[in-house]
């Protein structure tokens, strides 16, 4: 093998090696920005939806509650209840979004449908740990794969709610029934204070 033909191999060898690392290193580059654009979107529209979940719970506290408070005292209307409303608008959203999933979730909830798994459990804790904390956004790996999370926390701020969450003796008796159905005291507490 003469000197310009290992020249060329030499040559053809340290391009092929520079076309390779350029490729590698661009791909990577493509991957990445598009991974950070699908978060962006994700939580932008993960905010739309809990922004409409929020706007309906107010809607029902201020709107549909009080049109049938006078009904709640012969039995219980989950439709008067903010988290109910909020959870079956964002389940009709999951028609048209059905990698969003949304969750009230809680650590002693009325609804067991509501109960924090493990991983909900986490967060709600750092929620309370850290009381200015208003969101928490992140991503975890579950058996369906990768998934961003966007966490607010749930605060009671209206003695509203505690008409219903506070103590068996103080709940109106038709949620006490319903709840004994799930359990005893859930969602409300067993002691006052």
């Not at 990445?32 to 932008?44: I, M």
């Amino acid at each position: 093998m003469g000197l310009q033909t290992k020249f060329n191999l030499v040559i053809v060898g340290t391009l092929t090696a520079g076309f390779v690392a350029a490729s590698l290193f661009s791909y990577q580059i493509v991957v990445s920005n598009f991974r950070a654009e699908a978060v962006d979107e994700a939580k932008t529209k993960a905010g739309i939806i809990m922004a409409s979940a929020m706007v309906v719970r107010h809607y029902t506290a201020m709107e549909i509650e009080p049109l049938l408070a006078s009904s709640m005292k012969r039995r219980f209307l989950p439709q008067t209840v903010p988290a109910y409303s909020a959870t079956k608008m964002i389940q009709s959203m999951r028609e048209t979004y059905p990698m969003y999933i949304y969750k009230e979730a809680t650590l002693n909830p009325t609804n067991p449908f509501h109960r924090a798994t493990d991983r909900e459990a986490d967060i709600i804790e750092k929620f309370r740990h850290f009381p200015e904390t208003k969101e928490l956004i992140g991503q975890r790996e579950t058996s369906d794969g990768l998934i961003l999370y966007f966490s607010s926390p749930i605060k009671v701020t209206g003695s509203t709610c505690l008409d219903c969450h506070h103590t068996p003796q103080t709940a109106p008796p038709a949620l006490v029934a319903l709840v004994a159905e799930y359990g005893a005291a859930n969602g409300l507490r067993l002691e006052a204070g």
